[in-house]
């Protein structure tokens, strides 16, 4: 099985960053779009290139490892929970591109400490880089604040399954495009189970977030060799609210991510993942995205006499 996950998974890395190169050699004869015509369409105007950060349904891709600890929050994550009293610290900066437009996250500060055997709590704080061309200013992005509860952790079973309650504190950006009079802190409850046989696992993630944003996918992730990992998954987002603009379709995103880990010591690792929209609309974020960070984790730390 493991020879077969990491050639599905490499096959689809390789098919992502080749979609992603054609996107973006295709990108360069523009589509009409420019900084004014963006502008305009800010409300949710249809056909305007929306970054992630001003879309609810634009979760942080991040994948820092097939076996190890991924971010601390990710809407495809898997059922595995950071060792009790381990801590797992992600730096990483995060570039989304779509129709000659930008934007970066950076730093991306993703953090998660185990608590128990069957609790993990994490945050996932990004900055976002000022920008002309959509007029932002830098500042903090969408954050994510949560406790993963480990429901079937068995080590001895290749079954596990975790539960995620989370907070979701909107950023300005994200609130000026938002239904009127929604809370900036919303509320989410991401369920995810996963499969191990060996170094490879594979995992799917369902859940809700307030006020009614649903998502659902799936991924598969191994070790090739004993240093390197690779990961890939693919996950549909949508929701049934209405925006500002009555005109406007309920807004949905299907996203492909893929991503690879190295393991440089026992506790400093660097990865990358590259993520790619499919049949998704440009108001509600639609692009490719980019990543590459660095890993710190620290085992539990034992005081003796």
Same mark, same amino acid.
């Given at each position: 099985?493991k020879?077969?996950?990491?050639?599905?998974?490499?096959?689809?890395?390789v098919?992502?960053?080749?979609?992603?190169?054609v996107?973006?050699?295709?990108?360069?004869?523009?589509?009409?779009?420019?900084?004014?015509?963006?502008?305009?369409?800010?409300?949710?105007g249809?056909?305007?290139v929306?970054?992630?950060?001003?879309?609810?349904?634009?979760?942080?891709?991040g994948?820092?490892?097939?076996?190890?600890?991924?971010?601390?929050?990710?809407?495809?994550?898997?059922?595995?929970?950071v060792?009790?009293?381990?801590?797992?610290?992600?730096i990483?900066?995060?570039?989304?591109?779509n *129709?000659?437009f930008?934007?970066?996250n950076?730093?991306?500060?993703?953090?998660?400490?185990?608590?128990?055997? %069957?609790?993990?709590?994490?945050?996932?704080?990004?900055?976002?880089?000022?920008?002309?061309?959509?007029?932002?200013?830098?500042?903090?992005?969408?954050?994510?604040?949560? *406790?993963?509860? +480990?429901?079937?952790t068995?080590?001895? %079973?290749?079954?596990?399954?975790a539960?995620?309650?989370?907070?979701?504190?909107?950023s300005?950006?994200?609130m000026?495009?938002?239904?009127?009079?929604?809370?900036?802190?919303?509320?989410g409850?991401?369920?995810?189970?996963?499969?191990?046989?060996?170094?490879?696992r594979?995992?799917?993630?369902?859940?809700?977030?307030?006020p009614g944003?649903?998502?659902?996918?799936?991924?598969?992730?191994?070790?090739?060799?004993?240093?390197v990992?690779?990961?890939?998954?693919?996950?549909?987002?949508?929701t049934?609210?209405?925006?500002?603009?009555?005109?406007?379709?309920?807004?949905?995103?299907?996203d492909?991510?893929?991503?690879?880990s190295?393991?440089?010591?026992p506790?400093?690792?660097?990865?990358?993942?590259?993520? %790619?929209?499919i049949?998704?609309?440009a108001?509600? +974020?639609?692009g490719?995205?980019m990543?590459?960070?660095?890993?710190?984790?620290?085992n539990?730390?034992?005081?003796?006499?």
């Amino acid at each position: 099985m493991k020879r077969s996950l990491a050639a599905i998974v490499a096959c689809a890395a390789v098919a992502l960053l080749v979609s992603t190169s054609v996107f973006a050699q295709g990108k360069k004869q523009g589509n009409g779009n420019s900084k004014s015509s963006n502008a305009g369409g800010k409300g949710g105007g249809n056909g305007a290139v929306t970054p992630p950060s001003e879309v609810a349904l634009a979760a942080p891709i991040g994948i820092a490892g097939a076996t190890g600890a991924a971010t601390p929050f990710a809407w495809m994550d898997n059922a595995s929970l950071v060792a009790p009293g381990a801590v797992w610290i992600g730096i990483s900066t995060v570039r989304w591109q779509n *129709a000659g437009f930008s934007e970066v996250n950076f730093p991306v500060v993703d953090a998660a400490v185990g608590m128990t055997p %069957r609790l993990q709590i994490g945050a996932s704080v990004p900055r976002i880089v000022a920008n002309e061309a959509f007029g932002r200013p830098a500042g903090f992005g969408t954050t994510f604040l949560n *406790a993963k509860l +480990g429901i079937f952790t068995d080590s001895e %079973r290749p079954f596990k399954a975790a539960i995620a309650p989370t907070l979701e504190i909107l950023s300005a950006a994200a609130m000026q495009f938002v239904p009127l009079g929604q809370n900036r802190v919303q509320f989410g409850l991401p369920f995810s189970v996963e499969f191990d046989r060996g170094v490879s696992r594979v995992y799917g993630s369902s859940g809700y977030f307030s006020p009614g944003v649903w998502y659902a996918g799936a991924g598969a992730g191994t070790l090739i060799g004993s240093r390197v990992g690779v990961a890939v998954s693919f996950s549909r987002s949508w929701t049934r609210s209405v925006l500002n603009d009555p005109s406007l379709a309920p807004p949905q995103r299907h996203d492909i991510s893929t991503g690879i880990s190295l393991d440089l010591t026992p506790n400093v690792g660097v990865f990358g993942s590259v993520g %790619r929209t499919i049949g998704t609309a440009a108001q509600f +974020g639609a692009g490719t995205t980019m990543s590459v960070g660095l890993s710190l984790s620290a085992n539990r730390i034992v005081f003796k006499e």
